[in-house]
């Protein structure tokens, strides 16, 4: 299993993202290799980024075409739950790590990943990852 991070989701509607290509292509090279999975903290940061205003750097989508994506998405990978075990692995990782501010967010995702036996993750955001002993995948590796 694979978790593909937000960043990979959020380049997929922009037609005119330069990493559009890379993200569907590594997307369809690992979907015929591994489970591509998705936490419900990827869906929520996607409907954040894709219904905020045009001027406040999202995309401007209406609820309805957010939805519709969301839908593609878990589609294409399968949606994992999010439980009390994931905060108490998440609340660990923070203290040992000494994770502050925005990174817990990243730190919630490996805690989530933890939890389900994640060890890989799809991320344009290597550097985010580096502290916490799990594989990241670059798209543009692939």
């Known amino acids: 299993?694979?978790?593909?991070?937000t960043c990979i989701f959020t380049r997929l509607p922009q037609r005119t993202d330069p990493l559009r290509a890379v993200a569907k292509s590594a997307l369809e090279h690992l979907?015929?290799?591994e489970k591509l999975v998705v936490a419900p903290q990827c869906l929520y940061e996607?409907?954040?980024?894709?219904?905020?205003?045009?001027e406040n750097n999202g995309y401007g989508f209406t609820s309805a075409r957010a939805t519709r994506w969301l839908?593609?998405?878990q589609n294409r990978a399968t949606l994992l739950t999010d439980d009390l075990d994931v905060y108490r692995r998440w609340e660990t990782l923070v203290n040992d790590q000494n994770v502050l501010g925005k990174q817990g967010h990243d730190a919630h995702l490996v805690a989530w990943m933890h939890r389900h036996n994640v060890t890989r993750i799809l991320t344009f955001n290597a550097r985010d990852f580096a502290r916490y002993g799990i594989t990241v995948v670059d798209p543009r590796s692939l």
């Open 1 to 5: 299993m694979i978790l593909i991070d």
């Open 46 to 54: 996607f409907w954040v980024v894709v219904t905020r205003p045009l």
């Open 71 to 73: 839908r593609r998405i």
């Open 31 to 33: 979907d015929k290799q």
